[in-house]
């Protein structure tokens, strides 16, 4: 049943420039910042156009103007069934439609979104929910059984899958995940309002500075905190970045492979694209190159937002071979025309790899390698990278696909205030911001929250970075992974790693100060490497000890003298991550006594 609705108003983007702000910002693609207008003034220009659906479910496509319809009907449904403006609501789930729905539809009546990674575990879940204090967990019928224990504090419970909320007599009957997906309830997207329901709507309109979202980070220093962000940091962080590094036009579509509960995907791949008019495709699954290459050649996407590790696979199973093994190229390699005319022919096969449509290929949340940034470049391949932090919402600078010098990560965002602290001898300091982007503050931590502002109002990134002539920022490490040498020095693991990284077989490393001196715990491809040397596992796994050893010499060559590596050391086992794929530093560090004999 369709709830009445007043006539909308048409939000074009002239009317929408014409609007004045007291805070002197610019208003681009909304009215205001909240999560209300991104739904009101989006529908208004793209009512009829697809907006959302998942790859191979044609079920599952969502039109503009039923995301509106929807979103109403589940904030109404929550006003008028308990709820209040201020209340909180987890949300567990892999990305989908009605994941992105249902996150609209709370918010645009001021009920805060405590978005969950769903690789938490459940212990990480249980922490998250008891601690934010959330009235009601809406989760898919693959993380329900994460959520079980929770039941006993009477909490309301949403099925994500369908958006049916399950009776409260029923929830601790529910012994697994095949009793929830069965378990009957109420269907919020089809809820019929009482009459007069406008005025209830109206008058539970967010503010800009209320509440959207509690963001529990679980990041590479083991803590996770709570970050408390505004309608107007989300809204207005993608508002601003619309126009700025790609024209999207309306139509376009954005393949998601990213979680929705990371902000990086949600403001630029879900908020930004909504605004453009764009079609938001998931992926439905995850992104394994099985499922991701007959979806690209399907989808044909326009927008891909990923992470470093997902090209960085791509190029060295796909691209650097081409190079290594064809000793044909290897003169024409070595010769700066010659190379990027062959780097612009792989290019090509890997665009059209990508679905041959791609004009945008975002990638944020890590430093990219600077081996494939280089090969990228010489590509032409649409690349672009990003940098902000959830604290942020996320974007605090970027480039866009095209030309930029390598290495550097762009201007600063308009609107932003940007400045470096401590700075030392070679330019660099810590990056530290202000302005519309920046969080409200750590959810219920005064100390951390007096910790990680300036007295004048700055958030500490914890980066450190420098700025060049023209005003554009690069990133050099992070604050507390920063190493101090022996005389002094400033040491910065993450550009010792991308050396090591670039080396024959290497997939990934890490640096860690260890006994005055330097360790780096190497993980080689072995399959790769007893290919390569013709010989079985067992004894690959011995010989590639001992090619860690040539390596350390190899790039030791490159490293100033007080960054040479120390000790080399074979890692096994894969490297544990956050979330967001970063590897969790703080587990790897000093080495046991039983680890000596690996060493190189």
């Known amino acids: 049943m369709k709830n009445k609705e007043t006539k909308p108003v048409k939000w074009t983007l002239r009317k929408i420039k014409t609007l004045k702000r007291t805070d002197g910002l610019k208003l681009r693609r909304v009215a205001s910042y909240t999560m209300r207008s991104v739904v009101e003034c989006s529908t208004s220009r793209y009512a009829k156009r697809l907006a959302l659906c998942t790859y191979q479910d044609d079920q599952s496509a969502i039109t503009y103007s039923q995301l509106k319809r929807m979103a109403v009907n589940i904030g109404l449904y929550l006003l008028e069934n308990g709820f209040v403006k201020g209340d909180k609501i987890a949300i567990l789930g892999e990305s989908s439609p009605l994941w992105l729905v249902f996150y609209l539809g709370m918010t645009s009546v001021g009920i805060i979104a405590v978005p969950v990674l769903p690789d938490f575990s459940s212990k990480d879940v249980d922490t998250i929910i008891k601690t934010s204090k959330v009235k009601a967990v809406a989760v898919n019928i693959k993380q329900f059984e994460k959520c079980i224990p929770l039941f006993e504090d009477s909490l309301r419970l949403i099925r994500l899958d369908d958006l049916f909320e399950i009776p409260v007599f029923m929830e601790k009957q529910l012994e697994n995940k095949d009793q929830f997906a069965s378990a009957p309830g109420n269907d919020l997207t089809r809820y019929k309002a009482r009459k007069g329901w406008e005025k209830l709507y109206e008058e539970n309109e967010p503010d800009e500075d209320d509440l959207a979202s509690i963001i529990f980070t679980s990041g590479t220093t083991g803590k996770s905190k709570g970050v408390m962000l505004t309608h107007k940091n989300l809204v207005w962080n993608a508002d601003i970045c619309a126009d700025k590094y790609t024209r999207i036009k309306p139509g376009y579509r954005a393949l998601s492979i990213l979680p929705l509960s990371h902000v990086y995907e949600f403001t630029t791949g879900q908020i930004l694209m909504l605004l453009c008019g764009a079609e938001i495709h998931y992926l439905g699954r995850p992104p394994v190159p099985s499922i991701m290459m007959p979806a690209l050649k399907k989808v044909r996407p326009q ?14 199973s796909a691209v ?52 494939v940034e280089k090969f990228l470049k010489d590509a032409k391949f ?31 965002i308009e609107g932003e205030s940007v400045r470096l602290d401590d700075i030392n001898s070679e330019g660099v300091g810590e990056i530290l911001v202000k302005g519309p982007n920046v ?14 502002f300036t007295a004048d109002g700055y958030f ?59 360790l780096a715990l190497v993980k080689i491809d072995l399959e790769s490497f007893a290919k390569n040397m013709a010989m079985n596992a067992s004894d690959a796994r011995a010989e590639a000890a001992k090619y860690l050893a040539r390596i350390r010499q190899e790039v030791n060559k490159d490293l100033s003298s007080f960054s040479k590596i120390s000790s080399m050391k074979l890692q096994e086992e894969p490297f544990e991550r956050t979330p967001t794929l970063k590897i969790k530093r703080f587990l790897y560090g000093m080495k046991k006594t039983d680890d000596k004999k690996k060493e190189i």
């Not at 649409?382 to 550097?408: F, N, R």
């Not at 969080?439 to 990680?452: R, V």
Request: glycine share 14%; proline share 6%; net charge positive.
């Open 303 to 316: 927008i891909m937002l990923t992470v470093p590790l997902l090209i960085e696979k791509v190029y060295k």
């Open 320 to 371: 650097k071979p081409v190079f290594e093994n064809n000793m044909k190229l290897q003169f024409w390699l070595n010769w700066g025309p010659s190379r990027k005319f062959i780097s612009r022919i792989v290019g090509r096969k890997l665009k059209l790899a990508f679905g041959g449509k791609l004009t945008f290929y975002g990638i944020g949340g890590a430093p990219l390698d600077k081996q």
């Open 382 to 412: 649409p690349y672009a990278e990003g940098y902000g932090l959830t604290e942020t919402s996320p974007m605090i600078c970027g480039h866009g696909p095209k030309d930029h010098p390598l290495g550097v990560l762009g201007t600063i």
């Open 439 to 452: 969080m409200k503050g750590y959810y219920e931590n005064d100390a951390l929250n007096k910790e990680c």
């Open 460 to 518: 500490r990134t914890g980066d450190l970075g420098s700025f060049d002539k023209k005003g554009r920022l690069s990133l050099k490490g992070r604050t507390k992974t920063m190493i101090l040498g022996s005389g002094g020095e400033n040491i910065y693991p993450e550009i010792i790693e991308s050396v090591i990284n670039n080396q024959s077989f290497v997939t990934e490393s890490l640096v860690v100060p260890e006994d005055g001196g330097l």
